[in-house]
């Protein structure tokens, strides 16, 4: 037991080390900030989704609607209402997880499959609406005219605008809080509750757990640390597009978690670096890189269902 | 105006057709064996793909014979390579794999038939308005809408009337119970997917004759066909249809008054229905959780 503890340690000590360093280790590898910063985004957003899928077994397609309303809300903020990147990601987060959670409540008595369903087709509607209301969002050419701005510390300026490494401490940090967040609902009671929805939900009902609340409230918190990553997103890229929004987006968030692993806290991280770097790769060297990435689907799903840290562990055990 | 909204609701219920068809081979599949198959859009190409390719050979006629048939075989061909081997897992994988196979599917076609739109020759004599005032009502619209009506009608009582159909609406009920009987569900799970990519495939053949070919011209039929089976009810055939020509028509009407809305409507007719009544028009209650 105290063994496993302090793998534990080591291993979170690891994993932090490794992002700390990500911008001094990665050039040598031949990346750059700006992708580190990306799989950062990437992997929060996947870490979001799995808060849901890997721990309440609630199979949600269509989160990509929380991740682009998280973008469009920092977006808008930035470009119509006041010049503060904080601001941007707060209103971002409230945008994403306010619709996330009246959409909840209408869709938690669904189940699996229906579920799944029943989300892809409303995650559609804010695609839908960003992509029809031009005048507001840019429509199909996403929306346009706003930076990042620096942020006041009070005691001296962080350059986030132009300085790639103070932004990407900056992803690192916001990465942080979120990440926090989330290990810690997951060691609450309420965290192990939704922990045992998923491994029985029948019987957990008969524990008295209000089922249907708690897959709600693990819904909304998804939503939320989702949309925090879409208002990260936008200022990654200066930019918010409406396929942000549509649900290809969200398969590829939930091929992120499958592939680095459900069942694992860390895993979806790693499989968005993979998902990001194997992506950015096969677009470079050729214009077939769909049917590519199909494949990966298809092949993770037959022969690695339980993503990259499951075999591991099982290799290992 | 009323030109204007009769040609809508005209248009409505053609696309409405369309819908059916692919929401009928959706819902099949969805209903015994638990798989959404994402790649039921791509499937729809491959039918619209294969009829422009044989066209010139067994004519228009004969690709709509033998389009959907040949469609239905690489069906049943994928059925048994790759999604076989899902059934009884979590249904998460089965949607999974099925979304890159719709990859797959749109950039193989791109590769091989190009990125262009393809046009399907029909026979002259369908292509003509049947009368001045009603410009809109050509020939082919109307061959379309009997084609779909003959093909559900053919649907429906094979479900109801053979053994295979018999069996299809046993399993969708309770699947362990018809294979306690001795029943093959196996096979009967691989027939009842071949049915849904023939209804894909055949739907493909119509709309190449309509609208030309794209290879990205599933995608945009899918969600649609999402819907329609959610606002029909879940597990209800007789839902699923009702659905689609309902939101088909739905977004026909408001395209008269608010065309930019004409997309948007049918999510908005589905959060209603879902507010509701939320098993769906037709659906049993519990069919959805």
Known sequence: ?317 | MTLLLLFNITNGLIVGAFYVLMALGLSLILNLSNVINFAHGGFLVIGGYIAYTITPYVGFWGALLLAPPLTAIIGLVVERVLIRPLYGRDPLYSLLLTFGLAFIIEDGTRFIWGPQGKPVTIPPFLSAPLSNELFFVTGYRLFMVAVVIVAVALLFVLLRYTRLGIRIRAGTLDLETVAALGINVQMLRSLNFAVGIFLAGLSGVLAAGQLGLEPTMGTGLLMPSFIAIIVGGIGSLLGTLIGGLLIGVTSGITAVFFPAASEAVIYVLMAVILLTRPRGLFGEEGMMS
Request: aromatic share 16%.
């Open chain 1, 1 to 317: 037991m105290k063994d496993r503890l302090t793998r534990n340690w080591i291993v979170l000590a690891g994993i932090w080390t490794v992002l700390l360093l990500a911008p001094y280790w990665m050039a040598p590898l031949g990346g750059y900030t700006a992708l580190a910063t990306r799989v950062l985004v990437l992997g929060l957003a996947a870490m979001s989704l799995n808060f849901l899928l890997g721990f309440t077994g609630v199979l949600s397609f269509g989160h990509a609607a929380w991740f682009g309303l998280g973008a469009y809300g920092a977006g808008l903020t930035l470009k119509y209402l006041a010049l503060s990147t904080p601001l941007a990601v707060i209103v971002g987060m409230l945008l994403g997880g306010l619709c996330g959670a009246v959409l909840g409540a209408l869709l938690v008595r669904r189940r699996g499959v229906y579920f799944a369903m029943v989300t892809i087709a409303f995650g559609q509607v804010f695609y839908y609406i960003a992509f029809q209301w031009s005048s507001l969002t840019g429509g199909d050419d996403g929306l346009r005219g706003f930076s990042r701005q620096p942020i006041d510390l009070g005691l001296f300026k962080l350059d986030i605008s132009s300085n790639a490494y103070s932004f990407y401490y900056f992803v690192l940090f916001c990465f942080a809080v979120v990440v926090g967040a989330m290990g810690f609902i997951l060691r609450s009671p309420f965290g192990r509750t939704m922990i045992a929805i998923r491994e029985n939900e029948r019987r957990s009902r008969f524990l008295g757990i209000p089922v249907e609340r708690h897959i709600w409230i693990a819904f909304t918190l998804s939503c939320f640390f989702m949309a925090s990553a879409g208002a990260l997103y936008a200022l990654v890229n200066n930019f918010a597009d409406p396929r942000g929004l549509h649900y290809s987006q969200s398969g590829d968030f939930v091929m992120m978690a499958v592939m680095g692993g459900m069942r694992s806290f860390w895993g979806p991280l790693l499989g968005a670096a993979v998902f990001v770097v194997l992506q950015d790769y096969l677009s470079s060297i050729t214009v077939n890189w769909m049917s590519f990435v199909g494949l990966l689907f298809v092949l993770v799903v037959l022969f690695f269902p339980r993503g990259l840290l499951g075999f591991l562990q099982r290799s290992k055990a």
